[in-house]
């Protein structure tokens, strides 16, 4: 006799022939993953029975709960209300630092728990310890203290958070068992869930250089999300970003930062302010601050003294200069045209092997290293324009990037209309937000 209520080959083959797991096998299965009694090999058999049968609506929520129950939650608190956002991840996309000191400076609290790049796509934390002096780690005291003081927070998550998630999101990385929506679905919300925020507002990209390529694809992640949301007595909404050409011009970590920090000035590019508003009205509208207009607070510099007091209550001081590179390599146009396509997954390879991003969990990462796209798409070029700037501090990685830019972008005649999807940019009248889905739209 084990004491245990199932058998792991018995839950994989309840999937493997496609029936639904019960919500007693789910509980099950996920405590003793974490406790260690059903093995990796085990769990990888199940992650892709799930990966390949899919779960429903209510299997999800369930799977989610016990993500949830696998740790601590966290109650966070402040007298204003509270509200989050997540982003299933892009090339460029820097939102999070303009973004949650606009909302905070709009009259909400915002708790941003974020993690670090894997691959090509950026993490929060490692563009911001670009930041002389800035401290990811605090403890719930702290965060609950800065949300009453500033009304903002980007921090580390604890490991106590999901550790179920955790252990599955290492496994499914290295099993081929990441793409499912189920799965990244209930990944992304027991985080988000065990935070204690009862608000979410989800910025699903679509395109290249997300997970999601299709919108189709990510049209049922959303779905599935706000389910999810709403099963667990969470407001959540989502929003379909494209995400085929980086999100404005910097990618990478410093690089990042001064570019988030030009948007909080009331510059910056216009895709940057355009997402970081509509995202910003959809979280106001569902902390019941509709009033506030994030476009006026945003333009007139109120968000960037929120900046300034958000970074400094981490220890980082948000005037420092931020780190050089050792080396900047300049790309030019070869020839005259417009920019037809600019790839985000090409150019957040690029970022990524300069440097800006790690291979493995553990590796530190150049602060200084990444990708300023000169050019966007709809732009015309002459030869010899400076089209891109590549900065690292291991000049060596310059040769063996080039092929890979080359190839992330085009060059053409007058005539736009190559097959390329067209790049969601001010200059061509592509638009970022795709669609919104949310517990009063889902259709
Ligand atoms: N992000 C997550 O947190 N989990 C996933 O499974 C995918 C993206």
């Not at 980086?246 to 997402?275: I, T």
């Not at 220890?315 to 417009?338: F, I, N, S």
Request: proline letters at 5%; charged letters at 25%.
């Amino acid at each position: 006799m084990t004491g245990e209520s199932f058998t792991a080959v018995d839950v994989i083959r309840t999937k493997r022939d496609g029936s639904r797991l019960s919500d007693e096998q789910i509980r099950w299965v996920v405590d003793a993953y974490t406790r260690g009694v059903v093995a990796d090999e085990q769990m990888a058999a199940l992650a892709m029975a799930i990966l390949l049968r899919g779960m429903d609506a209510a299997e999800t929520a369930c799977w989610t709960g016990a993500m949830i129950d696998s740790g601590e939650r966290l109650s966070l608190r402040s007298s204003r209300p509270l509200v989050d956002k997540h982003s299933t991840g892009g090339v460029g996309d820097k939102i999070t630092l303009p973004l949650a000191p606009l909302v905070a400076a709009c009259g909400a609290a915002v708790p941003q728990l974020s993690g670090r790049g894997l691959g090509h796509t950026g993490g929060t934390l490692d563009k911001l310890e670009a930041i002389p002096g800035w401290r990811a780690e605090l403890s719930t005291d702290e965060i609950s203290r800065q949300l009453e003081d500033v009304g903002a927070v980007v921090c580390a998550t604890t490991p106590t958070l999901a550790p179920a998630d955790r252990k599955l999101y290492a496994l499914r990385d290295v099993t081929a068992t990441v793409d499912s929506v189920p799965l990244i679905a209930s990944s992304i919300m027991s985080k988000k869930i065990a935070e204690g925020v009862n608000r979410l507002v989800l910025d699903v990209k679509t395109g290249s250089g997300a997970f999601m390529k299709t919108r189709e694809q990510a049209r049922e992640l959303a779905k599935t999300l706000v389910e999810i949301g709403a099963a667990h007595g969470v407001d959540t909404r989502a929003v379909l970003t494209a995400m085929d050409t980086p999100l404005g011009s910097a990618v990478g970590n410093a690089v990042e930062v001064a570019e988030a920090v030009e948007v909080l000035r009331g510059g910056g590019p216009a895709d940057v302010v355009e997402l970081t508003v509509a995202l910003a009205r959809e979280m106001l509208a569902l902390a019941g601050l509709s009033d506030a207009d994030p476009a006026r607070v945003l333009a007139s510099g109120e968000a960037y003294e929120t900046w300034c007091r958000m970074i400094h209550a981490q220890g980082g001081d948000p005037e420092a200069a931020l780190p050089e590179p050792a080396h900047v390599h300049v790309v030019e146009a070869a020839e005259e045209g417009t920019m037809t396509r600019l790839d985000a997954y090409g150019v957040g390879v690029v970022a990524w092997r300069l440097g800006a991003g790690r291979t493995r969990k553990d590796d530190p990462v150049q602060s200084a290293a990444g990708v300023r796209c000169l050019v966007k798409p709809g732009e015309r070029v002459e030869p010899g324009r400076p089209l891109f700037e590549l900065h690292t501090d291991t000049p060596e990685a310059v040769a063996a990037v080039l092929p890979t830019l080359r190839a992330a972008y085009d060059i053409g005649g007058e005539d736009t209309g190559n097959g390329a999807a067209p790049a969601a940019t001010e200059a061509n009248g592509g638009r970022i937000v795709l669609e919104r889905v949310g517990s009063d739209v889902v259709g």
